[in-house]
């Protein structure tokens, strides 16, 4: 296991021009050198911890930031954290005692935070559980009513029904014409 590199006072004195700067939130450090067999976003950032004096904190780097950004997701957003990415240019990474409160009291529980993550997870399944459920019921009761209209169409007794409804009004449209035929002659 590699050992932690602290930035040092003259990290934080030097003026580093905005395109040379590390990435991290907060940091004002100059970029690590690029690495000869390295490459992706690790040579974005300065690869060095702020010291323990100054509020520690992670060594800048890109899995570091990933799992935070990962953790603030899970958590949700909380306003003055060590790392908020609005907030680059001012309090910074471990900008001090404000900072670590905001750190120790998120970690403090995490226990109970994982179950209340987890219950929220659990409701919110059984929400879309209920929705998925009572849209198969109402597509399984129009299908019921197409089978039904396909079994009155496929029944041989029916149709002979309709056609013989069908003749009789066709019958009695042709003797009401004629009444009525006979009643203006009359």
């Known amino acids: 296991m590699s050992e932690i590199e602290y930035a040092t006072a003259g990290d934080d004195a030097e ?11 907060g940091c004002a450090r100059r970029r ?4 000869p067999g390295g490459s992706g976003r690790q040579r974005e950032y300065c690869l060095k911890a702020d010291r323990p004096e100054a509020g520690g904190g992670p060594v800048h780097n890109a899995r570091n930031r990933w799992a935070w950004q990962r953790k603030e997701a899970a958590a949700g957003p909380s306003p003055g954290g060590p790392y908020p990415d609005d907030q680059a240019g001012e309090a910074g990474a471990g900008g001090g005692e404000a900072d670590r409160s905001v750190r120790d009291n998120r970690g403090e529980w995490p226990v109970s935070s994982a179950k209340q993550r987890v219950s929220d997870l659990l409701e919110q399944a059984r929400r879309q559980h209920a929705a998925a459920l009572a849209a198969f019921a109402a597509e399984r009761d129009a299908y ?24 009789a009004s066709v019958r ?15």
């Open 32 to 35: 690590a050198p690029a690495r």
């Open 172 to 186: 009695a449209g042709r003797d009401v014409a004629a009444a009525r035929e006979e009643a203006a002659r009359a």
């Open 15 to 25: 003026e580093v021009p905005e395109d040379q700067r590390c990435i991290w939130p």
């Open 144 to 167: 019921a009513r197409v089978a039904e209209r396909f079994e009155v169409l496929a029944d041989p007794a029916a149709a002979v029904l309709d056609v013989e409804l069908a003749s």
